[in-house]
């Protein structure tokens, strides 16, 4: 178990649909980090936020949307949704920017499958 | 922008050889390396990094080396064993610059036979 902590699990949807995705970083992790895992796709970066503030931006689609609370906490919105946005959606922590000794801790990810 | 590439997309190797998994870079400014292991349904965990003032780092079974001028870096798993099965991701990172994510390859699925 490496701490961080992703809901749901598993989500079924149709087309067109908004969903919520949650995240949970470890106990003192400022930054948080989503990746979007496709079949047979390697990991794809979104976006990464630190201390509540947006750092980096990935292949985020215009559709997606994330954001970090003062708890800490991320979500990451998705509306739209299509057939190809089915995927893994992984969120890893790490105390402060990835780099050495600041290694990023992937949750369990949520499955979402877009019918 | 920088581009992780990974070779080969799979391997596969009798229980007890040894398997190379090789990664270029594009920018020279990357100075961090990790390997991720992830296995089937489950989340990837680092098993070993490099960072670029080092050529070669090793952890039991497990090395990466570095070759800085030539900008590649490549994991090596010696006496494979069944429970190396996985897939592996490379990634890099240029520490302390404006980038403040990894990239990763495409991975490699390893598959260790009995």
């Known amino acids: 178990d490496s701490g961080v902590t992703q809901t749901p699990k598993h989500l079924i949807t149709a087309t067109g649909q908004r969903v919520t995705l949650r995240c949970s970083p470890r106990s003192g992790d400022l930054s948080v980090y989503w990746y979007q895992q496709s079949l047979d796709q390697g990991l794809q970066f979104l976006i990464q936020?630190?201390?509540?503030?947006?750092?980096a931006k990935g292949n985020i689609l215009e559709r997606f949307s994330a954001q970090q609370f003062p708890d800490l906490h991320s979500e990451l919105n998705l509306s739209s949704l299509e057939l190809g946005d089915s995927a893994l959606y992984f969120c890893?922590?790490?105390?402060?920017?990835?780099?050495?000794?600041?290694?990023?801790?992937f949750g369990p990810g949520t499955r979402l499958t877009v019918l | 922008g920088e581009n992780v590439e990974q070779h080969p997309s799979t391997l596969s190797v009798q229980e007890g050889d040894s398997a190379v998994i090789k990664c270029t870079y594009s920018?020279?400014?990357?100075?961090?390396f990790p390997w991720y292991k992830q296995e089937l349904g489950k989340r990837p965990q680092l098993i070993i990094d490099?960072?670029?003032?080092?050529g070669e780092k090793k952890d039991q079974r497990i090395a990466v080396t570095l070759n800085k001028t030539a900008k590649h870096f490549s994991l090596h798993i010696t006496e494979t064993q069944p429970e190396d099965s996985a897939v592996y991701f490379c990634?890099?990172?240029?520490?302390?610059?404006?980038?403040?994510?990894?990239?990763f390859g495409k991975g490699t699925k390893l598959s260790v036979k009995p």
């Open positions: 936020y630190y201390n509540g503030e947006e750092r």
């Open positions: 490099i960072r670029s003032n080092v």
């Open positions: 890893a922590s790490s105390v402060g920017l990835a780099g050495v000794g600041h290694e990023q801790f």
């Open positions: 990634a890099d990172l240029n520490y302390g610059g404006s980038q403040g994510n990894l990239i």
């Open positions: 920018d020279s400014a990357s100075n961090y």
